[in-house]
């Protein structure tokens, strides 16, 4: 699976720095991080193209960031349970993080991931 480098921005200062594993292929969109361990806080997943995710099977909580086509955060899902199921029906395609890096990187609607 392809891994890229992204940055989180707001208003074009930069906030953060990821490793991020692409899943844009029928079969790593519908794996996804399913029976894989937790990620470190750095690293995440790019679901695309993707406006819903669910946690079946799951065996802990995630953060889910909706993108649109310019990868700028829609909506924000954050301490989604195991079992459960997030949507944006707008988003072009989601990143899944561990619960919790939302809150500690303070992201919010309007900021933009770019590829370093």
Same mark, same amino acid.
């Not at 909506?75 to 988003?91: D, G, S």
């Given at each position: 699976? +392809? @891994?890229?480098?992204?940055?989180?921005?707001?208003?074009?200062?930069?906030?953060?720095?990821?490793?991020?594993?692409?899943?844009?292929?029928?079969?790593?969109?519908?794996?996804?991080?399913?029976?894989?361990?937790? #990620?470190?806080?750095?690293?995440? #997943?790019?679901?695309?193209?993707?406006?819903?995710?669910?946690?079946?099977?799951?065996?802990?909580?995630?953060? @889910?960031?909706?993108?649109?086509?310019?990868?700028?955060?829609?909506?924000?899902?954050?301490?989604? +349970?195991?079992?459960?199921?997030?949507?944006?029906?707008?988003?072009?395609?989601?990143?899944?993080?561990?619960?919790? @890096?939302?809150?500690?990187?303070? #992201?919010?609607?309007?900021?933009?991931?770019?590829?370093?």
């Amino acid at each position: 699976m +392809k @891994v890229i480098n992204v940055t989180l921005q707001r208003k074009g200062s930069y906030i953060a720095e990821f490793s991020v594993l692409m899943a844009n292929t029928v079969l790593t969109r519908a794996r996804g991080l399913l029976f894989r361990a937790p #990620m470190t806080d750095d690293r995440a #997943m790019l679901i695309s193209p993707c406006n819903s995710v669910h946690t079946w099977f799951m065996g802990y909580k995630l953060d @889910v960031v909706f993108l649109n086509r310019e990868k700028k955060i829609m909506h924000i899902a954050e301490n989604i +349970k195991p079992w459960r199921f997030a949507y944006h029906f707008k988003a072009s395609a989601v990143i899944e993080f561990n619960a919790g @890096v939302v809150a500690k990187y303070g #992201m919010t609607v309007g900021d933009v991931f770019s590829e370093c």
